[in-house]
Structure formats: structure tokens, C-alpha cells
């Protein structure tokens, strides 16, 4: 039975994640090859990190920046690595307006995080308030299928198709680049968006 609440949901999955996760998450092996150019001391914010898959490549690629990780699972950030929690800042709660500072971050990286999440206008807001002024975001994700038998088995596993997450993206930020492609034979499509914080 799969569990209704997110945080039973990830305790189970957290003991088998990271073995899984490649064979259905696609792009999340690509993400660090659009890592934008920042300043040296950037401050990173990555959103829903999960085990610290991404805050390791952060880490190497941005050695002077301020890393901060954030997940709801504390049982997923139990997996973050010893060397990586050591280096970065990680918080285990939800994400809201008042969880950070408006124009904090020069990036904010989203792997699988975002159509996991309610409220999902809410929460592009909240992530153009605490971009700065021409951040960075950086986002790979599920964005749409045309079997809605498989959106309500995603929405049991608490993902939404619902919300069209890029196709708000794209009204509220402006798109440096994004590509689309299939997933399982085209049983839905996944995207990765680089885009620049503009308001």
C-alpha cells in the first residue's frame, strides 16, 4: 500500500532511493552540465534535496559558495553524506515565504522536487522572491502526460501533473534554455529548464 502522506511515503522510499530513482528520474544525470556560471561566493539554494545527490555536485562545482539543502524528509537527509552535510547547511522542513530572506540566492535548483509539492503557484512565487534580482533556476522535472490513468497513479505516489509546471515557469521567468523529451516510451515527457529570475 503506498503511503498517503509524504513524509510515510518517503520513509520507505528513502531506504532504496538512490538505487532506484535512475530508471524513472530522467535528467537528474544531466543537471550539473547547465550549472551556470555565478559569482564565487554564490548562495545556492538546493530545494527538496533528497539524499544530497546534487549538493555534492554543487559543492565541487561551486567550492566558494554558500550551499544551503532543504528537504522534508528527515529520513532522506539521513542519507546526505557525511563530508557534504560538513560543507553545506541543511535544514530539514517545508518550504515557505518565511523559510528564507527575500533575494537570497543567486541559484536555486529543483531535481523531482516541484511537482511534488502543494500549492504549486505558491511556491514558483515564493521562489522568485527569494531569487535575486537575475538569479538563477534551475529545474529537471515531470511535465506532462496524455494518459490520465497514469497521472492519478503518479498522484497516489504524490506527483502532480496537474499544476503544468514548466508552462508556469515559462510565464514567470525568462527561459535561457529548456528541453523536453519523452519518458518510457513516451508514457509521459520530463524537461530541464535553465531560466533567469527577472521580476
Not at 41 to 64: E, M, S, V, W
Not at 120 to 136: A, C, E, R
Not at 158 to 173: D, G, I, P, R
Request: aromatic fraction near 14%.
Amino acid at each position: 500500500m503506498i503511503p498517503t502522506d509524504l513524509g510515510s511515503y518517503y520513509r520507505l522510499h528513502s531506504k532504496f532511493y538512490d538505487v532506484t530513482r535512475w530508471a524513472f528520474l530522467f535528467g537528474r544525470n544531466s543537471l550539473q552540465k547547465f550549472f551556470p556560471e555565478l559569482p564565487d561566493k554564490a548562495n545556492i539554494l538546493d530545494l527538496g534535496c533528497g539524499t544530497g545527490k546534487h549538493l555534492k555536485q554543487l559543492r565541487l562545482f561551486y567550492p566558494k559558495a554558500e550551499i544551503t539543502g532543504i528537504d522534508l524528509s528527515s529520513d532522506m537527509l539521513r542519507l546526505v553524506n557525511r563530508s557534504i552535510v560538513e560543507s553545506v547547511e541543511i535544514r530539514n522542513e517545508y518550504y515557505e515565504a518565511d523559510t528564507f530572506t527575500e533575494d537570497q540566492f543567486d541559484l536555486i535548483v529543483c531535481s523531482y522536487s516541484l511537482t511534488m509539492m502543494d500549492d504549486i503557484p505558491t511556491i514558483v512565487t515564493t521562489i522568485q522572491n527569494h531569487l535575486k534580482h537575475s538569479g538563477m533556476l534551475l529545474v529537471v522535472d515531470f511535465d506532462s502526460t496524455a494518459f490520465n490513468w497514469f497521472s492519478k497513479w503518479m498522484k497516489k505516489n504524490h506527483v502532480s501533473f496537474e499544476a503544468n509546471v514548466f508552462q508556469l515557469l515559462e510565464k514567470k521567468f525568462k527561459v535561457e534554455f529548456k528541453m523536453t523529451s519523452k519518458g518510457w516510451l513516451g508514457l509521459y515527457t520530463f524537461s530541464l529548464l535553465l531560466a533567469k529570475n527577472y521580476i
